[in-house]
C-alpha cells in the first residue's frame, strides 16, 4: 500500500481519536462527578436537562476542532482534504446517531452535532494550516 495513504488513513484515525477519546473522558468524569446523571438515569427518567445538553455540545465541538488540527498537522498533504474525509465520516456517523437514538431525548442536541460537525472540523484545520 502506498505510503502516503497509509500517512492519511493514519492522520485521520489520530484525529478521530483525539476528538472522541477526550469527548468520553469527560462525559465520565462529569457522570462521576455529579454534574451530569447517568445515560441509563438519562435513558429511564427522561433527564436532559438544556444546559447539560448545551456543555456537551460545546466541549464535543472543542474536541472536534481539536481533532481536525490533529489531522491536519499530520496530513502527508493537502491537509484540507483529510480534515474533510474526517469531517465527513464525523458527519455520517453524528446522522446515524441522530437516527438510532431519535426516540430519546431532545432533538436539537443530535441534530446540532450533526450540523455543526462539518464547519467545526473545517475550523480546526484552517487552524492549523494558517
Not at 19 to 30: E, N, Q, R, S
Not at 70 to 94: E, S
Not at 106 to 114: C, K, N
Request: glycine share 10%; hydrophobic share 50%.
Amino acid at each position: 500500500m502506498n505510503k502516503t495513504l497509509l500517512r492519511g488513513i493514519g492522520c485521520v484515525l489520530a484525529g478521530m481519536v483525539t476528538g472522541a477519546v477526550p469527548a468520553i473522558v469527560t462525559d465520565v468524569v462529569l457522570e462521576k462527578t455529579g454534574v451530569f446523571p447517568s445515560f441509563s438515569e438519562q435513558m429511564e427518567h427522561g433527564l436532559h436537562v438544556s444546559w447539560m445538553l448545551l456543555l456537551a455540545l460545546t466541549y464535543r465541538l472543542i474536541y472536534q476542532a481539536l481533532g481536525s488540527y490533529v489531522t491536519a498537522k499530520l496530513a502527508p498533504d493537502r491537509p484540507m482534504f483529510y480534515v474533510l474525509i474526517g469531517a465527513a465520516i464525523g458527519f455520517v456517523v453524528c446522522v446515524f446517531g441522530t437516527i438510532v437514538m431519535w426516540d430519546k431525548g431532545s432533538h436539537w442536541y443530535p441534530i446540532s452535532l450533526a450540523v455543526l460537525t462539518p464547519p467545526t472540523a473545517w475550523l480546526g484545520g484552517k487552524l492549523a494550516t494558517r
